[in-house]
Every structure is written in structure tokens, then in C-alpha cells.
């Protein structure tokens, strides 16, 4: 039986303990607000947004896990990605779940709705391509598979971009927090194109962050261009200075800049503390 918080041997982990537990927070946090009246006047749809949000996030943070490992040169580390990724997969299907609940479990409604409006298609899509990949992650199924496997689950990282393209179209009007997302996958997705011997090293995270910027800066532009009549320019314009606050491509920045300091730090105390081990041997 597959245990959550032990490895295959059995041998009890508490990273995995951790996380296991970590994944339920904001599920509890929905839940409490609903039952305390908190989520009024339409908890149904602070539901749907919540798992919205979180299930996106949750696929991110399995996205984010390979770069981190290799970048802390944490390689226990990836024995979460699979509970993290399945975690979204929990919170996609519950999304489903409260979209239903909102049509009154009519059937032929929600079946209808999806079919007739864009970003819900999209989202179904994404959706059954995320089930796909979770029903194929048993080890059973990894060990079948063989190569196939790793093919079929390069597939998550369309699925994110239609998730995160779901995101953009359901947000009206300020998409300030799609684009954010969008411009950390950027910067995942570029590092995953790098060489291995790049990622392992030091100088390319500056470069990560001076690119994943203005790619984000850029998505910006786009959406603002292609499905909205505001001014794409003066969109763009904003980002120059910070008289209007943090931008998304700046907070990208932000995020690109902390990494350079997890990698250096790292680094450091790999140096440092070789000599010291040596000593106390
Ligand atoms: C059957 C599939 C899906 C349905 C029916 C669905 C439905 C919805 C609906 C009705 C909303 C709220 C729209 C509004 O406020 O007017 C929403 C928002 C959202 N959905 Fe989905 N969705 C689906 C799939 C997905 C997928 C695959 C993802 C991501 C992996 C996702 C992530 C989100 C996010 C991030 C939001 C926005 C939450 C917020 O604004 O705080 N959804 N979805």
C-alpha cells in the first residue's frame, strides 16, 4: 500500500510528512471560511476560485521542484513532485466539483457551458490531460510504461500553459496576476531549455532573471493587445518606473533575483563547509 509519508522501502520521510500535511492547508482554510460564514455571499464561487487558484499553484510548485533541487543540488527534494503534482490534480478536480454544485448538478448545463464558452473548454481540456497523467503515475504504471512514460508526462507543461491561458481569459479585466504566473513559467520553461551543465552552475541565473522579465513585460503587452482595448503602450509604459507599484514583470524580476541568491548562498556553504567537515573528521 502506497503510504504517503514513507518512501518505497517504508523508511518514514519528513519532508514528505510535511508536505502531505502542507497540502491540506488550503483546502482546511475554504472549508473554515465557508463554515463560519466567511465566504458569503457566494461561497460556491469563493470554491471554484479558491481550488482554481490552488490547483494552478500546486502544478506550478511541481514545475518549480526539478529546477530547485538541481539549483540546492537537493536531489530529496524530488520525491515530492509527484504528491505535489497529484495534489493539483485534487484541487482541479474539485474545482470541476464546485462548477457543478454552481449549475445545480444539471448536467446537460454544465456539458452545455463548456462546450459553448471558450476558457471552460480549455480548462476541460487541461483538465482531462492532468487526470490522464495522474491515473498514469502509479510506480506500477511508471515501471510499464518505460520510456513512454517520461514522453507522455512531458505533455504537463502544455497543460500548465492551457491552465495558466484559462486563468488570463476568466480574469476580466486586471490580469496582473495571471501574467505573474505566466512569467514564472517563462522563467521554468527557459531554464528547462538550458544545457545540464548551465543549470548547474551559477552565471545563468542573473541571465534568467534579466530575460524572464521583459518576456513577462511582454506576455503583458500581448494579452492587453490582442483581447482587450486598452492601450497595449501604455500598459507597457508602466513598467519603466515603480510610481505605480510592482508590476508582474518586476515582481518576475524580484523572483529572479532571490534565486541568484539561494544559488550563491548555496554555493557558499557548500565551500564553507567542506573545510569545516574536513576538520572535524
Ligand atoms: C472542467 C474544467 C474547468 C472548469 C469548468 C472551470 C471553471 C472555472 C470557473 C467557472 C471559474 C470562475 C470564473 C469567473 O469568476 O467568472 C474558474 C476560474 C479559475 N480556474 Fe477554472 N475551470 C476548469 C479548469 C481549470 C484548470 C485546468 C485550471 C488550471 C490548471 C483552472 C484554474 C482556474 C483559475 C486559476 C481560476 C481563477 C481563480 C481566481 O480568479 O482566483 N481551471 N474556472
Redesign the pocket.
Same mark, same amino acid.
Given at each position: 500500500m502506497i503510504v504517503p509519508w514513507r518512501d518505497r522501502r517504508g523508511k518514514f520521510l519528513p519532508l514528505k510528512a510535511a508536505v502531505f500535511v502542507a497540502v491540506f492547508v488550503p483546502a482546511c482554510f475554504y472549508a473554515y471560511a465557508w463554515i463560519v460564514g466567511a465566504a458569503q455571499p457566494r461561497p460556491i464561487?469563493e470554491a +471554484?476560485?479558491g481550488t482554481?487558484?490552488w490547483?494552478?499553484r500546486f502544478?506550478l510548485i511541481s514545475l518549480a521542484i526539478t529546477p530547485v533541487a538541481r539549483m540546492l543540488q537537493w536531489p530529496g527534494l524530488l520525491l515530492v513532485r509527484r504528491m505535489v503534482g497529484l495534489t493539483g490534480l485534487a484541487y482541479?478536480v474539485a474545482?470541476?466539483f464546485f462548477?457543478t454544485m454552481d449549475q445545480k448538478f444539471v448536467l446537460t448545463t454544465v456539458v452545455t457551458e463548456?462546450l459553448s464558452r471558450f476558457y471552460?473548454t480549455i480548462?476541460?481540456v487541461?483538465?482531462l490531460g492532468?487526470a490522464a497523467l495522474g491515473v498514469t503515475s502509479t510506480n506500477a504504471m511508471i515501471k510499464r510504461m518505460g520510456r513512454w512514460w517520461k514522453r507522455l508526462h512531458y505533455a504537463t507543461y502544455g497543460l +500548465?500553459a492551457?491552465?495558466v491561458f484559462?486563468?488570463f481569459i476568466?480574469?476580466k479585466a486586471n490580469v496582473s496576476e495571471p501574467v505573474f504566473v505566466a512569467g514564472l513559467y517563462v522563467w521554468m520553461m527557459l531554464w528547462r531549455a538550458l544545457p545540464m551543465g548551465w543549470q548547474r552552475g551559477v552565471a545563468v541565473y542573473p541571465a534568467l532573471a534579466v530575460v524572464a522579465a521583459p518576456a513577462t513585460a511582454g506576455i503583458e503587452f500581448a494579452w492587453y493587445a490582442v483581447a482587450t482595448n486598452i492601450n497595449p503602450w501604455r500598459v507597457l509604459a508602466v513598467n519603466e518606473s515603480l510610481n505605480f507599484g510592482l508590476r508582474p514583470a518586476h515582481c518576475v524580476f524580484i523572483a529572479g533575483v532571490v534565486v541568484v541568491g539561494l544559488v550563491v548562498g548555496r554555493r557558499l556553504a557548500a565551500r564553507f563547509s567542506g573545510p569545516m567537515l574536513a576538520r572535524s573528521a
Open positions: 464561487t +471554484i476560485w482554481g487558484l490547483a494552478i502544478f482541479l474545482h470541476l462548477y463548456i471552460l480548462g476541460f487541461a483538465l492532468f +500548465i492551457m491552465g484559462h486563468y476568466q480574469v
